[in-house]
Nanobody
Framework: QVQLVESGGGLVQAGGSLRLSCAASGRTFSSYIMGWFRQAPGKEREFVASISRSGDIAYYKDSGVKGRFTISRDNAKMTVYLQMNNLKPEDTAVYYC?????????????????WGQGTQVTVSS
């Protein structure tokens, strides 16, 4: 069973950047599609981005996120990253990484099996 630990969150001003990391333990990291989700206070958890097992295909929440966020992975380091640029106050949330053992693309949190504890991102205006 894989375990996930997120890091890299913090407080940043609007327009700033953060790079989130999600380190996995276990020997099967490359067998998972990896996703990033976020949850703002009072809101449901929402999909942000996902990346294929080999790292060659990525999906994003929408064009607004795609133009500012980049998901990547390093299977040798068993780590998935989320580079976030030009951050906006509405990006404020707890960010989670998660594993997906299925095939194809999914933005549904219910399809993801293992979750990290989350890392807080706060963007001030």
């Amino acid at each position: 069973q894989v375990q996930l630990v997120e890091s890299g969150g913090g407080l940043v001003q609007a327009g700033g950047s953060l790079r989130l990391s999600c380190a996995a333990s276990g020997r099967t990291f490359s067998s998972y599609i990896m996703g990033w989700f976020r949850q703002a206070p009072g809101k449901e958890r929402e999909f942000v981005a996902s990346i294929s097992r080999s790292g060659d295909i990525a999906y994003y929440k929408d064009s607004g996120v795609k133009g500012r966020f980049t998901i990547s992975r390093d299977n040798a380091k068993m780590t998935v990253y989320l580079q976030m640029n030009n951050l906006k106050p509405e990006d404020t949330a707890v960010y989670y990484c998660a594993t997906f053992r299925g095939w194809g693309f999914s933005s549904a949190a219910s399809d993801y099996n293992t979750w990290g504890q989350g890392t807080q991102v706060t963007v001030s205006s």
